[in-house]
């Protein structure tokens, strides 16, 4: 059974433009949802591209997106981009800090933004001013490879460098009056990722700071690798109750980080999003092609976004339990199936069938079970 999650203050991401009202809101921390994170590949000055980049995001399934402010020409790309997004706006600002004001002046919901690398106090003042006053949040993000120097040299690149590292910020915006703080402190491996936000979990506890996590494993990989680092690096920590946002950092199509991030979730009951699929490994025994045939509910599950359980089972050994204990399943038999709705046997049919009838008994549990999700039926539900 998964830990109860870590008491942290629940923090508002909500996009200050006069234009943006529809946008969502979105909490992180508290007792609110664990939320799933990405961030854009598009050049920020070009807004067009950038929010067609946001709403496929959105699409998938990611709840809030990340985007990056470094220079002039994407601080001008903001404005149209918070204006528009369905989803609350996070800008990304390293060291300059008339990008953190631009940003803060466009409306963004939330600036990652480490304040010691500011070049002057003078400088941060008037960064966390501007944000005090838009109630703008703001995330610490440190990274394994971005250390401040003085810490690499004492400490080396270890668990407690990035804690002390963050810590080290968090002060600075404590010190100015800025508490709507979320913290991150990220390794490009599994173990070390695990170290720190336990360790960063720690110490926030035990010095009554109950600042939320942003979690993540940076530069994961190529979607394979990147996959399986995220999976046990977020995993564990969720499963220990630790964390309250992630994004899963792939080097892909930013859409693909978002089925993942998902994925971790629905695997450990903590959110639930799409379709879940049970499917037997092929083997001797299946009398189906079931590989194909679990890749092909694989492809209609990309319809829909109704947390429908599904089995494809392949024999008549495991297949008829696992079939009634989802909502929908097959088990297969000699060139046929039998079909399971709710634990109880809708009929057998031949191979080339079961799709369809597979289909329609899914869109029946959405109707009997999922109402909030009946606008994704493209007809009228068939009766049972």
Same mark, same amino acid.
């Given at each position: 059974?998964?830990?109860?999650r870590?008491k942290?203050?629940p #923090?508002l991401?909500?996009? !200050?433009?006069?234009?943006?009202?529809?946008? !969502?809101? &979105?909490?992180?921390?508290?007792? =609110?949802?664990? %939320?799933?994170q990405?961030?854009?590949t598009?050049?920020?000055?070009?807004?067009?591209k950038? /929010?067609?980049?946001?709403y496929?995001?959105a699409?998938?399934?990611?709840?809030?997106v990340?985007?990056?402010?470094?220079?002039?020409?994407?601080?001008?790309g903001?404005?149209?981009?918070? $204006?528009?997004?369905p989803v609350?706006?996070v800008?990304?600002?390293?060291?300059? =800090?008339?990008?953190a *004001?631009?940003?803060?002046? $466009?409306?963004?919901?939330k600036?990652?933004l480490?304040?010691?690398?500011?070049?002057?106090?003078?400088?941060?003042?008037e960064?966390v001013?501007?944000a005090?006053e838009?109630?703008?949040?703001?995330?610490i993000?440190?990274n394994?490879?971005?250390?401040?120097?003085?810490?690499?040299?004492?400490?080396?690149?270890?668990?407690?460098a990035?804690v002390?590292?963050?810590?080290?910020? &968090?002060?600075?915006?404590?010190?100015?009056?800025h508490?709507?703080i979320?913290i991150?402190?990220?390794?490009?491996?599994?173990?070390?990722?695990?170290y720190?936000?336990? /360790? *960063?979990? !720690?110490?926030?506890?035990?010095?009554?700071?109950?600042?939320?996590l =942003?979690?993540?494993?940076?530069e994961a990989?190529?979607?394979f690798d990147?996959?399986i680092r995220?999976?046990?690096?977020?995993?564990?920590?969720?499963?220990?109750g630790?964390?309250?946002?992630?994004?899963?950092?792939?080097?892909a199509?930013?859409?693909?980080?978002v089925? %993942?991030?998902w994925?971790?979730? !629905?695997?450990?009951?903590i959110r639930?999003?799409?379709?879940?699929?049970t499917? +037997?490994p092929?083997?001797g025994?299946a009398? #189906?092609?079931?590989?194909?045939?679990?890749r092909?509910?694989?492809?209609i599950?990309?319809?829909?976004s109704?947390p429908?359980k599904?089995a494809?089972m392949? +024999?008549?050994?495991?297949?008829p339990?696992?079939?009634?204990?989802?909502?929908?399943?097959i088990?297969?038999?000699?060139?046929?199936?039998?079909?399971?709705r709710?634990?109880a *046997?809708v009929g057998?049919?031949?191979?080339n069938?079961?799709l369809?009838?597979?289909?329609?008994? #899914?869109?029946?549990?959405i109707a009997?079970?999922y109402?909030?999700?009946l =606008?994704?039926?493209?007809?009228?539900?068939?009766?049972a």
């Amino acid at each position: 059974m998964i830990r109860l999650r870590r008491k942290t203050k629940p #923090i508002l991401l909500e996009n !200050k433009s006069s234009w943006s009202k529809d946008a !969502k809101k &979105v909490w992180i921390g508290g007792d =609110h949802p664990v %939320v799933v994170q990405s961030m854009t590949t598009t050049d920020t000055a070009d807004a067009e591209k950038t /929010l067609e980049q946001v709403y496929a995001l959105a699409m998938a399934g990611c709840e809030v997106v990340r985007v990056t402010c470094q220079d002039p020409k994407d601080a001008a790309g903001l404005p149209a981009i918070v $204006a528009r997004s369905p989803v609350p706006i996070v800008a990304d600002v390293h060291f300059d =800090h008339r990008m953190a *004001l631009a940003a803060l002046d $466009a409306g963004v919901a939330k600036l990652r933004l480490n304040p010691g690398n500011i070049t002057s106090r003078e400088k941060t003042v008037e960064v966390v001013k501007r944000a005090l006053e838009t109630k703008t949040p703001i995330r610490i993000g440190v990274n394994m490879g971005s250390l401040a120097r003085d810490l690499e040299e004492s400490m080396g690149h270890t668990p407690e460098a990035l804690v002390a590292s963050a810590l080290r910020h &968090v002060d600075i915006l404590e010190d100015l009056g800025h508490t709507d703080i979320i913290i991150s402190v990220k390794a490009h491996d599994a173990v070390n990722t695990i170290y720190a936000y336990r /360790l *960063l979990a !720690k110490k926030l506890d035990d010095a009554g700071r109950p600042y939320p996590l =942003h979690l993540g494993v940076t530069e994961a990989g190529l979607p394979f690798d990147g996959t399986i680092r995220s999976s046990i690096g977020l995993g564990v920590l969720l499963f220990e109750g630790i964390g309250d946002t992630l994004r899963v950092s792939l080097a892909a199509d930013p859409v693909e980080e978002v089925p %993942v991030a998902w994925g971790i979730l !629905k695997a450990l009951g903590i959110r639930e999003k799409g379709f879940e699929i049970t499917a +037997c490994p092929s083997c001797g025994r299946a009398e #189906i092609e079931v590989v194909n045939l679990a890749r092909m509910v694989e492809a209609i599950a990309k319809e829909y976004s109704a947390p429908v359980k599904v089995a494809v089972m392949g +024999c008549v050994v495991n297949g008829p339990g696992e079939s009634k204990m989802a909502d929908v399943g097959i088990a297969g038999g000699k060139g046929k199936g039998a079909i399971y709705r709710k634990g109880a *046997l809708v009929g057998t049919y031949p191979e080339n069938e079961l799709l369809g009838q597979l289909r329609l008994e #899914i869109e029946k549990v959405i109707a009997d079970q999922y109402p909030d999700y009946l =606008h994704e039926i493209n007809r009228e539900p068939a009766t049972a």
